[in-house]
C-alpha cells in the first residue's frame, strides 16, 4: 500500500537534526547521558519501536480468522449452517466500507496518529470481547455485533500502523519496514490457524464437554492478543509522544486527501485494477474462510492437518512478500506479474476442484500467487492516478474491495448449503476468470495508450523527469535577475529622502525602516 509523510522522519543521520532543542525539557541532559536504546535518534531505538510497530496489527490478524480456525466448532456449538457462519466475515467487512475513506481524515485532523491508534486498538478489543460474549451466553446476534465493532478498528489500525512506519522512516529502510509489518501480519494470522483448535479442545477438556460455553472461553483467550497490542498502542504513543519532544519532531500524519469529486476522473485502467482487486481476493479471503471443513470433507484430513495447510498461504506469503516486492521493484513489468499470480491462482483452485491431487500443491501455488499479486497490483495505482489523487484511489480500492468480500462471503455461504463444495470451487474460479479477462483488457488499454504499466523498471526509470542542472541555474539566474530589477525600480520622492536622512545618521523611526532594505546603512552609522 504511495507513502507521504508530514514533518520530519527519524530515518536521517544524527548530525542532520539537533537531539535537543533548548525549549524542550530534556535540554538539562546531555546527549551522552542517553543511551542508544533510549535516543530516538538513534538506529537502536527506532529498531524497539519498530517492534511495537510489528506487534500492533498483531491481535487484529489474530483474531480476524478466528472463524476459520474455529469454523466446525462455531457451526456445531452455534447451531449455525455455512451461510450464517459466513456472516462473521460479511459484518466485519461493512463499516470499512464507509471507513476506508474516513479513516485516514479521522487520524489526521480529529483524533491524531497517537490517540487514534489507541482508540482503534480499543475497538479491536472491544468488538473482540463482545464476539466472545456472544458465543458465552449462546447468542449469535451478539456475536455479529462484535464482529461489526472490530471491523470499526481492525482497517484503520492498518492505516496508523502505516503511519507510524512513515513518521519514523523513510527511503529504502520504510519498504523493508512494511514488509516486516506484513509479515508479522501473516504470522498472527498462521499462529491463529495453528492454535485456535488445540486451545478450545483443552478449555473442552476442563470443562468437561463442548458447547458455547467452551467456544466463548476460547475466543476470550484469543483476546489476549487484541490487549497485548492495546499495550504496543499505548508504548508508542508514549515514545512517539517523547520523540517529539526531544527531537522536535512533528505527529505523524497520513497524507491522505479523499475527494470524492475526483472518481468522475478515474480512467479506464484504474476501474480495471479496481476490478482486478475484487474478483481476485474474494476468490481467496472467502476460501480461506471455508477451507478447513474442505479439507476434512474431500481429503480426509484430521482437523489438524486441514487447519495446517489452511493456514500454508499465509505461511508463504509471510517471507515471500518482502522478496517478491523487491523482484517486481527491480524488474518492473507489472501487468505481466499480475497475470502469472492470476493463472496460478487459477490453476490452484481447478486443482482443488477436479483432482485428488495432494492440496499441498495447489495451496502452496496459491500462497505464492497470493503474494505475488499483492506485490504487483497495489503499486498500479499510482502509475494510473496523480499524486493529489492518490488518497482517493486508494480509498475507494479498499471500499469496493471490502464491499466484494462482504457481498461475496454471504453468497458462498449460500452456495455451500445448497450446492456443495464443488460448485463453490467452480464460483471462485469463476471470479478469478473474470480477474484474468480484466488483466487482459489492462494489458491492451494499456499499450494502446502508451501507459508505462508494462515497463521495464530500466524504462520506467529514464521516463521519470531528472531536474536538469542547466535548467535550475537558469531558474536562479532569472530569480536573481528579478530581485535586481526590484531593487533599481525608480524610488518616490519620499524614499530618496529617507534614504538621504539614514545614510547622514540621522534617527528615523522603526516604521520607515522595515520596508526598505536601503535603510541597511543606518547601522552602519550609528
Same mark, same amino acid.
Given at each position: 500500500?504511495?507513502?507521504?509523510?508530514?514533518?520530519?522522519?527519524? *530515518?536521517?543521520?544524527?548530525?542532520?537534526?539537533?537531539?535537543?532543542?533548548?525549549?524542550?525539557?530534556?535540554?538539562? +541532559?546531555? =546527549?551522552?547521558?542517553?543511551?542508544?536504546?533510549?535516543?530516538?535518534?538513534?538506529?537502536?531505538?527506532?529498531?524497539?519501536?519498530?517492534?511495537?510497530?510489528?506487534?500492533?496489527?498483531?491481535?487484529?490478524?489474530? +483474531?480476524?480468522?478466528?472463524?476459520?480456525?474455529?469454523?466446525?466448532?462455531?457451526?456445531?456449538?452455534?447451531?449455525?449452517?455455512?451461510?450464517?457462519?459466513?456472516?462473521?466475515?460479511?459484518?466485519?467487512?461493512?463499516?470499512?466500507?464507509?471507513?476506508?475513506?474516513?479513516?485516514?481524515?479521522?487520524?489526521?485532523?480529529?483524533?491524531?496518529?497517537?490517540?487514534?491508534?489507541?482508540?482503534?486498538?480499543?475497538?479491536?478489543?472491544?468488538?473482540?470481547?463482545?464476539?466472545?460474549?456472544?458465543?458465552?451466553?449462546?447468542?449469535?446476534?451478539?456475536?455479529?455485533?462484535?464482529?461489526?465493532?472490530?471491523?470499526?478498528?481492525?482497517?484503520?489500525?492498518?492505516?496508523?500502523?502505516?503511519?507510524?512506519?512513515?513518521?519514523?522512516?523513510?527511503?529504502?529502510?520504510?519498504? *523493508?519496514?512494511?514488509?516486516?509489518? *506484513?509479515?508479522?501480519?501473516?504470522?498472527?494470522?498462521?499462529?491463529?490457524?495453528?492454535?485456535?483448535?488445540?486451545?478450545?479442545?483443552?478449555?473442552?477438556?476442563?470443562?468437561?464437554?463442548?458447547?458455547?460455553?467452551?467456544?466463548?472461553?476460547?475466543?476470550?483467550?484469543?483476546?489476549?492478543?487484541?490487549?497485548?497490542?492495546?499495550?504496543?498502542?499505548?508504548?508508542?504513543?508514549? *515514545?512517539?509522544?517523547?520523540?517529539?519532544?526531544?527531537?522536535?519532531?512533528?505527529?505523524? =500524519?497520513?497524507?491522505?486527501?479523499?475527494?470524492?469529486?475526483?472518481?468522475?476522473?478515474?480512467?479506464?485502467?484504474?476501474?480495471?485494477?479496481?476490478?482486478?482487486?475484487? +474478483?481476485?481476493?474474494?476468490?481467496?479471503?472467502?476460501?480461506?474462510?471455508?477451507?478447513?471443513?474442505?479439507?476434512?470433507?474431500?481429503?480426509?484430513?484430521?482437523? =489438524?492437518?486441514?487447519?495446517?495447510?489452511?493456514?500454508?498461504?499465509?505461511?508463504?506469503?509471510?517471507?515471500?512478500?518482502?522478496?517478491?516486492?523487491?523482484?517486481?521493484?527491480?524488474?518492473?513489468?507489472?501487468?505481466?506479474?499480475?497475470?502469472?499470480?492470476?493463472?496460478?491462482?487459477?490453476?490452484?483452485?481447478?486443482?482443488?476442484?477436479?483432482?485428488?491431487?495432494?492440496?499441498?500443491?495447489?495451496?502452496?501455488?496459491?500462497?505464492?500467487?497470493?503474494?505475488?499479486?499483492?506485490?504487483?497490483?497495489?503499486?498500479?495505482?499510482?502509475?494510473?492516478?496523480?499524486?493529489?489523487?492518490?488518497?482517493?484511489?486508494?480509498?475507494?480500492?479498499?471500499?469496493?474491495?471490502?464491499?466484494?468480500?462482504?457481498?461475496?462471503?454471504?453468497?458462498?455461504?449460500?452456495?455451500?448449503?445448497?450446492?456443495?463444495?464443488?460448485?463453490?470451487?467452480?464460483?471462485?474460479?469463476?471470479?478469478?476468470?473474470?480477474?484474468?479477462?480484466?488483466?487482459?483488457?489492462?494489458?491492451?488499454?494499456?499499450?494502446?495508450?502508451?501507459?508505462?504499466?508494462?515497463?521495464?523498471?530500466?524504462?520506467?526509470?529514464?521516463?521519470?523527469?531528472?531536474?536538469?542542472?542547466?535548467?535550475?541555474?537558469?531558474?536562479?539566474?532569472?530569480?536573481?535577475?528579478?530581485?535586481?530589477?526590484?531593487?533599481?525600480?525608480?524610488?518616490?520622492?519620499?524614499?530618496?529622502?529617507?534614504?538621504?536622512?539614514?545614510?547622514?545618521?540621522?534617527?528615523?523611526?522603526?516604521?520607515?525602516?522595515?520596508?526598505?532594505?536601503?535603510?541597511?546603512?543606518?547601522?552602519?552609522?550609528?
Amino acid at each position: 500500500m504511495a507513502e507521504r509523510e508530514q514533518g520530519r522522519p527519524l *530515518l536521517e543521520g544524527e548530525d542532520d537534526f539537533e537531539p535537543y532543542p533548548s525549549s524542550s525539557k530534556y535540554d538539562i +541532559c546531555s =546527549e551522552k547521558q542517553l543511551s542508544a536504546c533510549c535516543d530516538p535518534s538513534r538506529l537502536l531505538h527506532r529498531i524497539v519501536v519498530l517492534i511495537f510497530m510489528c506487534f500492533l496489527g498483531f491481535g487484529s490478524y489474530f +483474531c480476524y480468522d478466528n472463524p476459520a480456525a474455529l469454523q466446525t466448532q462455531i457451526v456445531q456449538d452455534m447451531d449455525l449452517n455455512t451461510s450464517m457462519f459466513m456472516q462473521l466475515y460479511a459484518w466485519y467487512s461493512w463499516p470499512n466500507v464507509v471507513l476506508c475513506f474516513l479513516g485516514g481524515f479521522l487520524l489526521d485532523r480529529v483524533f491524531g496518529i497517537r490517540l487514534g491508534t489507541i482508540i482503534f486498538s480499543l475497538f479491536v478489543c472491544v468488538g473482540q470481547v463482545i464476539f466472545a460474549a456472544g458465543a458465552f451466553f449462546d447468542a449469535f446476534w451478539l456475536m455479529e455485533l462484535g464482529r461489526f465493532v472490530f471491523g470499526i478498528g481492525g482497517e484503520s489500525l492498518a492505516v496508523a500502523q502505516n503511519t507510524y512506519a512513515v513518521s519514523w522512516f523513510k527511503g529504502k529502510e520504510l519498504n *523493508l519496514v512494511f514488509g516486516l509489518q *506484513l509479515s508479522m501480519a501473516r504470522l498472527g494470522s498462521t499462529v491463529n490457524m495453528n492454535i485456535m483448535g488445540w486451545i478450545y479442545f483443552s478449555i473442552k477438556g476442563l470443562v468437561g464437554s463442548p458447547g458455547h460455553i467452551t467456544l466463548g472461553i476460547t475466543l476470550l483467550i484469543g483476546c489476549a492478543t487484541c490487549i497485548f497490542s492495546l499495550i504496543c498502542a499505548l508504548l508508542l504513543g508514549y *515514545l512517539d509522544k517523547r520523540a517529539e519532544k526531544i527531537l522536535n519532531k512533528k505527529q505523524g =500524519e497520513t497524507g491522505e486527501v479523499i475527494k470524492l469529486s475526483d472518481v468522475k476522473d478515474f480512467s479506464i485502467s484504474l476501474w480495471l485494477i479496481f476490478i482486478i482487486c475484487v +474478483c481476485y481476493y474474494v476468490a481467496v479471503f472467502p476460501f480461506i474462510g471455508l477451507g478447513q471443513v474442505f479439507f476434512i470433507e474431500k481429503f480426509s484430513f484430521s482437523p =489438524e492437518q486441514a487447519r495446517a495447510i489452511n493456514s500454508i498461504v499465509y505461511i508463504i506469503s509471510a517471507p515471500a512478500s518482502p522478496v517478491l516486492g523487491f523482484m517486481v521493484d527491480r524488474i518492473g513489468k507489472n501487468i505481466i506479474w499480475v497475470v502469472c499470480a492470476v493463472v496460478t491462482t487459477l490453476a490452484a483452485h481447478m486443482m482443488l476442484a477436479f483432482t485428488f491431487w495432494n492440496p499441498w500443491i495447489a495451496m502452496s501455488l496459491l500462497g505464492i500467487s497470493y503474494s505475488l499479486l499483492a506485490c504487483a497490483l497495489w503499486p498500479m495505482v499510482a502509475f494510473v492516478v496523480p499524486e493529489h489523487q492518490l488518497g482517493t484511489a486508494y480509498g475507494f480500492m479498499q471500499s469496493i474491495q471490502n464491499l466484494g468480500l462482504a457481498l461475496i462471503s454471504i453468497a458462498a455461504g449460500y452456495i455451500l448449503d445448497d450446492r456443495g463444495y464443488l460448485f463453490l470451487e467452480v464460483f471462485f474460479s469463476a471470479c478469478v476468470c473474470l480477474a484474468l479477462i480484466a488483466v487482459v483488457m489492462l494489458y491492451f488499454v494499456d499499450l494502446l495508450r502508451g501507459g508505462d504499466l508494462n515497463l521495464s523498471a530500466k524504462k520506467r526509470g529514464q521516463l521519470q523527469p531528472v531536474p536538469d542542472a542547466e535548467t535550475e541555474q537558469r531558474e536562479r539566474l532569472l530569480q536573481q535577475n528579478r530581485e535586481d530589477q526590484a531593487r533599481l525600480r525608480p524610488m518616490s520622492a519620499f524614499r530618496l529622502r529617507n534614504r538621504y536622512l539614514s545614510r547622514l545618521g540621522a534617527q528615523l523611526p522603526d516604521h520607515y525602516c522595515s520596508h526598505l532594505s536601503s535603510l541597511s546603512y543606518r547601522s552602519v552609522l550609528k
